[in-house]
């Protein structure tokens, strides 16, 4: 059993910054891969990025958050960061907490979700 908590979420300004965190627990191996997916309002949920125990890093296909958004993680401590700069309005979303699976596949464990809520 695995238990992620993440934290970090709130109301900013388009422009503004956010920092999520992600502390997770239970049986979580070094080598689990961790990430970040968003859901939008009447939008699926899609990855945002994932990061694997060695620092290999993968973001979305699109060009969404390029250059904007940064995952890191502290293996010590269990815990996934997704620093959120320049944020927009189309950031808008909750923010799920995922360990587990592959660089290219979900993980089976997900957190509860973060409101992220940017104004224009």
């Known amino acids: 059993q695995v238990q992620l908590v993440e934290s970090g979420g709130g109301l900013v300004q388009a422009g503004g910054s956010l920092r999520l965190s992600c502390a997770a627990s239970?049986?979580?191996?070094?080598?689990?891969?961790m990430g970040w997916y968003r859901q939008a309002p009447g939008k699926q949920r899609e990855l945002v990025a994932k990061?694997?125990?060695?620092?290999?890093?993968?973001?979305t296909d699109s060009d969404s958050v390029k250059g904007r958004f940064s995952i890191s993680r502290d293996n010590a401590k269990n815990t996934v960061y997704l620093q959120m700069n320049s944020l927009k309005p189309e950031d808008t979303g909750v923010y799920y907490c995922?360990?587990?699976?592959?660089?290219?596949?979900?993980?089976?464990?997900w957190g509860q979700g973060t409101q992220v809520t940017v104004s224009s």
């Open positions: 990061i694997s125990s060695t620092g290999r890093t993968k973001y």
């Open positions: 995922n360990v587990g699976g592959s660089m290219i596949t979900r993980g089976a464990y």
């Open positions: 239970g049986s979580i191996f070094r080598d689990d891969v």
